[in-house]
């Protein structure tokens, strides 16, 4: 890309706009931002080492609450249960609130606001959305542990009929899921918007196009595999935070480039 004009790769900094060709003393078309401001202060590259190196960990332990929150779906797996002594396969929600816990962390290293950028540049729309979305996690993690230590932790599953469990078990069940979906999909569109954010500022058309495509097949899958866990229970989950983490894989992999390893 070297010896190309200054705006050959850009996108502008506010709204993603393509500022291929146009002169670097004008404004944005779409939403008026100065071209030159876009060139100077957006390019990741010249973020301060310390925003870069938060964002870095932040994505990493995201990435890691993630796994556990797959592995958690695994051994709280209904279909292994003969694995585990009768009853004791509900105390593994304590792994979601590992994983819950972790994420409130990564997610708030990854949304730090970076110091050399105006505050109406910060995305911060879509960090408030992350953040809400994985304390609500946490929230909801804690009170089904506190189900599960006063009683059995009612399920809907393969075996028990609807019919034995109370209306006030149904109700909390049901407003425990739509919790859950609640938070996951509003995660993963803070997150899809977010990373669209950070590529546009690499610019990295590749990542941008990633997140494009995440924008869609996140929500798919999400609410696919809540119906699916309907049925097949917890261990669906592994589709959607499997793809969640791929692309804070690739967002932690640009922006490690970018800070020079
Ligand atoms: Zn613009």
């Known amino acids: 890309m070297e010896g190309e004009s200054p705006t050959s790769t850009a996108m502008c900094l506010r709204c993603g706009y393509e500022l291929r060709g146009l002169a670097p003393t004008g404004v944005c078309p779409e939403c008026g931002l100065s071209i030159a401001e876009s060139l100077e202060k957006r390019r990741l590259g010249l973020s301060s080492p310390g925003y870069l190196a938060s964002l870095r960990l932040g994505a990493l332990v995201a990435m890691v609450a993630l796994a556990i929150y797959i592995a958690a779906g695994f ?129 990295d058309h590749r990542l941008l196009g990633m997140a494009k495509s995440m924008s869609w097949l996140l929500p798919v899958a999400i609410a696919a595999a809540f119906v699916a866990s309907l049925i097949f229970g917890t261990a669906t989950r592994v589709v959607p935070l499997g793809l969640m983490a791929w692309l804070l894989g690739s967002a932690r992999e640009r922006i490690r480039s970018e800070s020079g390893g």
């Open 75 to 203: 051994v709280r797996w209904h279909l292994i249960g003969f694995l585990f002594t009768p009853g004791t396969q509900k105390y593994f929600v304590f792994l979601d609130i590992a994983g819950a816990a972790l994420l409130v962390f990564g997610v708030w290293k990854l949304t730090i606001d970076d110091p050399g950028l105006h505050i109406k540049d910060q995305a911060r729309t879509n960090k408030r959305a992350m953040k809400c979305a994985a304390a609500g996690l946490l929230l909801l993690a804690i009170f089904e542990l506190l189900v599960a230590l006063r009683a059995p932790l009612p399920t809907i599953a393969i075996g028990v009929s609807p019919a034995a469990l109370s209306l006030s078990a149904v109700i909390m069940i049901m407003a425990g899921a739509l919790w859950n979906l609640a938070c996951w999909l509003t995660l993963a569109t803070g997150l899809v918007n977010y990373t669209r954010w950070l590529a546009v500022r690499v610019p």
